[in-house]
């Protein structure tokens, strides 16, 4: 898949001890979000002084970071690139070269591992997933992570034929329920040198849907990312609301019925447990008196729920229950941020949505105040089940461009087990 960033620019911050920096960041980044574009075209969208500019895209060019294309079939523009002619010709175009680096995302999820390596435009070049059992955390914990995400490194990494000098870092987007990113950064910091990025499983879901998905063109959204856990994103002004400790988007733990049914975080009446997968599939299974295992698999038996729906009286009721609940949350979120969009993913949120979106906008409709409510979209993610594992390896590729393609130390093959540097942005 090419991923193509429609967003604002992110706000560069340039000290004055290093302007050539700021400058070749500002003009890496605006040839991210708009290409192709001409010189003078990108002299324009950045305000960088024309003779800068020149020298700054040479550099770059001579680097192989950028390349200059003529026009498609503008013969008049090729002739006159190869013989430095100048003609009334359509300028060449500037882009960056997408294979001149790459970086590797990768998803923790409560049901898999997914890890995916991907070149500058964000396409995938090789992938790999490996399915984890039902049960709490420890059942398949942080070694058990880690051992998969290393083994998985290397696996993609020889599947692109990639030499590991020209990857820039992996990104982990970690949205399994109950988990702390910090042993597994541990672990994965004794397995491989390169520079890790970790955050949690709904920034990375906003930042991908935010860059190259369904929240293309806001500035104010909220990306909800729905599957054993919830969890959200909160887009304001274009970036993530993190809150002072940077834990901010538990929207799962919410209070939606005071008193209401316990929650894996301790507390009741939490949102999670009236919508999160695994809450819906102890439901049906509780309508079923027992009749109903959900098995290892907690996507396959969502889907089952999902089918049975179509003949099943207590399944259709048990989904309703979760689309009322849903709908419910969602109409708190209208209320308080005030969003244009509010985009439902994750495995569960995709399967559900996609079944009881209808009912749930209802809800919504019923429970939301009504201007703010007529003013915001609901719908879902637009980049499918990869969409953590993408939006992860965006906090790499960044990290790249707001530096100014200044690439971190590499590490020879045979010195993987040098620690790493490990990055952590507040970043759309």
Same mark, same amino acid.
């Given at each position: 898949?090419?991923?193509?960033?429609?967003?604002?620019?992110?706000?560069?911050?340039?000290?004055?001890?290093?302007?050539?920096?700021?400058?070749?960041?500002?003009?890496?980044?605006?040839?991210?979000?708009?290409?192709?574009?001409?010189?003078?075209?990108?002299?324009?969208?950045?305000?960088?002084?024309?003779?800068?500019?020149?020298?700054?895209?040479?550099?770059?060019?001579?680097?192989?970071?950028?390349?200059?294309?003529?026009?498609?079939?503008?013969?008049?523009?090729?002739?006159?690139?190869?013989?430095?002619?100048?003609?009334?010709?359509?300028?060449?175009?500037?882009?960056?070269?997408?294979?001149?680096?790459?970086?590797?995302?990768?998803?923790?999820?409560?049901?898999?591992?997914?890890?995916?390596?991907?070149?500058?435009?964000?396409?995938?070049?090789?992938?790999?997933?490996?399915?984890?059992? /039902?049960?709490?955390?420890?059942?398949?914990?942080?070694?058990?992570?880690?051992?998969?995400?290393?083994?998985?490194?290397?696996?993609?990494?020889?599947?692109?034929?990639?030499?590991?000098?020209?990857?820039?870092?992996?990104?982990?987007?970690?949205?399994?329920?109950?988990?702390?990113?910090?042993?597994?950064?541990?672990?994965?910091?004794?397995?491989?040198?390169?520079?890790?990025?970790?955050?949690?499983?709904?920034?990375?879901?906003?930042?991908?849907?935010?860059?190259?998905?369904?929240?293309?063109?806001?500035?104010?959204?909220?990306?909800?990312?729905?599957?054993?856990?919830?969890?959200?994103?909160?887009?304001?002004?274009?970036?993530?609301?993190?809150?002072?400790?940077?834990?901010?988007?538990?929207?799962?733990?919410?209070?939606?019925?005071?008193?209401?049914?316990?929650?894996?975080?301790?507390?009741?009446?939490?949102?999670?447990?009236?919508?999160?997968?695994?809450?819906?599939?102890?439901?049906?299974?509780?309508?079923?008196?027992?009749?109903?295992?959900?098995? /290892?698999?907690?996507?396959?038996?969502?889907?089952?729920?999902?089918?049975?729906?179509?003949?099943?009286? /207590?399944?259709?009721?048990?989904?309703?229950?979760?689309?009322?609940?849903?709908?419910?949350?969602?109409?708190?979120?209208?209320?308080?941020?005030?969003?244009?969009?509010?985009?439902?993913?994750?495995?569960?949120?995709?399967?559900?949505?996609?079944?009881?979106?209808?009912?749930?906008?209802?809800?919504?409709?019923?429970?939301?105040?009504?201007?703010?409510?007529?003013?915001?979209?609901?719908?879902?993610?637009?980049?499918?089940?990869?969409?953590?594992?993408?939006?992860?390896?965006?906090?790499?590729?960044?990290?790249?461009?707001?530096?100014?393609?200044?690439?971190?130390?590499?590490?020879?093959?045979?010195?993987?087990?040098?620690?790493?540097?490990?990055?952590?942005?507040?970043?759309?």
């Amino acid at each position: 898949m090419t991923a193509k960033a429609r967003t604002a620019q992110p706000s560069l911050r340039t000290t004055v001890r290093d302007p050539r920096r700021g400058s070749r960041s500002s003009l890496l980044w605006t040839l991210y979000l708009h290409a192709p574009l001409s010189r003078q075209e990108l002299v324009r969208r950045t305000g960088v002084g024309a003779t800068t500019a020149s020298a700054v895209i040479d550099e770059l060019i001579a680097e192989g970071v950028v390349k200059e294309e003529p026009v498609a079939g503008d013969l008049v523009a090729q002739h006159a690139v190869a013989h430095d002619l100048v003609t009334d010709a359509q300028p060449p175009r500037l882009r960056l070269a997408s294979e001149h680096r790459y970086v590797i995302g990768v998803e923790v999820a409560d049901t898999r591992v997914r890890v995916g390596l991907f070149d500058l435009a964000l396409t995938q070049r090789a992938g790999a997933v490996h399915p984890l059992p /039902a049960g709490p955390p420890p059942e398949h914990g942080a070694e058990t992570a880690a051992r998969h995400i290393l083994t998985f490194l290397d696996a993609v990494v020889e599947e692109a034929g990639i030499p590991h000098g020209h990857i820039l870092g992996v990104g982990v987007g970690v949205s399994a329920t109950g988990w702390d990113g910090a042993p597994l950064e541990r672990l994965l910091r004794t397995g491989t040198a390169l520079p890790l990025h970790i955050d949690n499983g709904a920034e990375a879901l906003g930042r991908a849907e935010m860059w190259f998905g369904a929240g293309r063109g806001v500035q104010h959204a909220v990306v909800a990312l729905i599957g054993s856990g919830v969890s959200a994103s909160v887009i304001t002004h274009g970036s993530p609301y993190r809150g002072a400790t940077d834990s901010a988007g538990q929207w799962g733990h919410t209070t939606v019925q005071a008193g209401g049914r316990s929650c894996r975080c301790g507390a009741r009446g939490c949102l999670e447990a009236y919508i999160g997968a695994d809450a819906v599939l102890e439901r049906y299974r509780q309508a079923r008196r027992g009749r109903f295992t959900p098995g /290892a698999d907690r996507e396959s038996a969502f889907a089952v729920l999902l089918a049975a729906a179509d003949t099943s009286s /207590a399944a259709q009721r048990v989904l309703e229950e979760a689309a009322v609940y849903l709908g419910a949350g969602i109409a708190n979120l209208v209320n308080l941020f005030n969003p244009q969009r509010i985009i439902l993913g994750g495995w569960a949120g995709l399967m559900f949505g996609a079944r009881m979106l209808p009912r749930i906008r209802e809800t919504i409709a019923a429970q939301a105040l009504r201007r703010p409510y007529a003013q915001t979209d609901i719908e879902l993610c637009g980049l499918g089940p990869h969409a953590v594992a993408l939006g992860a390896a965006a906090l790499p590729l960044r990290h790249f461009l707001t530096d100014g393609a200044h690439r971190p130390a590499t590490t020879p093959r045979r010195a993987l087990t040098r620690a790493a540097p490990t990055t952590r942005m507040s970043v759309p």
